[in-house]
């Protein structure tokens, strides 16, 4: 499952590069700019890059354990501390609940 296509946010993927001045930032591959940031802060920068990788690996690791456990026993057991951090993590990133 990847990233819906109604997403708000804009799609990935995204990628870390320097741009001028020793700024730090974030590109779609069309080279549209995302997000600048502070000098010298390209860990932050390459986090946010990754950002539409890691919701759609998120989003495609909740769909395979749903898959995998059947929906009556979906997040029980030995996975539920996994899916409850997916969950979160796919919350904060959409503003909904999966």
């Not at 995204?14 to 001045?21: D, F, K, L, N, R």
């Not at 995302?34 to 759609?56: G, H, Q, S, T, V």
């Amino acid at each position: 499952m990847k990233t819906k296509p109604n997403s708000r946010h804009t799609p990935g993927p995204w990628q870390w590069t320097a741009i001028e001045g020793g700024w730090d930032g974030v590109k779609q591959e069309n080279g549209t700019l995302i997000c600048k940031l502070a000098l010298n802060e390209p860990e932050n920068a390459r986090l946010i890059a990754a950002a539409p990788d890691l919701l759609d690996a998120c989003l495609e690791t909740l769909t395979e354990i749903r898959a995998y456990q059947g929906e009556d026993e979906f997040c029980e057991g030995p996975t539920k501390d996994a899916c409850d951090i997916l969950k979160s993590a796919i919350t904060k990133a959409t503003g909904e609940t999966p």
